[in-house]
């Protein structure tokens, strides 16, 4: 069973930068995601990245300010987040593990997650 550990989280002002990271403790030849939680919201999606990198995709909300990547080698993905908003403020979790030929933007459909990281932007 693969683990999944973030970092990179913590409390910036409004048009700053973070970059999260969630290292796996296996290998996972799988798409990584990246999802976020607010306070008395869903789990909402942020952005998926395919085993190889070539494909990527981002909730609109963030296209544009944050970006997904991928060190097979090291078995990390990160998140570069620019230009951050004071709605983007939430806990930031990373998954994989996601059911074949279901839809990537789903948390439901991913089964492996790690334990979130805060991230806090103020105004």
């Known amino acids: 069973q693969v683990q999944l550990v973030e970092s990179g989280g913590g409390l910036v002002q409004a048009g700053g930068s973070l970059r999260l990271s969630c290292v796996a403790s296996g290998r996972t030849f799988a798409d990584m995601a990246w999802f976020r939680q607010a306070p008395g919201k869903e789990r909402d999606f942020v952005a998926v990245i395919s085993w190889t990198g070539g494909t990527t995709n981002y909730a609109d909300s963030v296209k544009g300010r944050f970006t997904i990547s991928r060190d097979n080698g090291k078995r990390t993905v990160y998140l570069q987040m620019n230009s951050l908003k004071p709605e983007d403020t939430a806990v930031y979790y990373c998954?994989?593990?996601?059911?074949?030929?279901?839809?990537?933007?789903?948390?439901?459909?991913?089964?492996?997650w790690g334990q979130g990281t805060q991230v806090t932007v103020s105004s």
């Open positions: 998954a994989t593990g996601r059911r074949w030929g279901s839809d990537s933007t789903s948390a439901g459909n991913f089964d492996t």
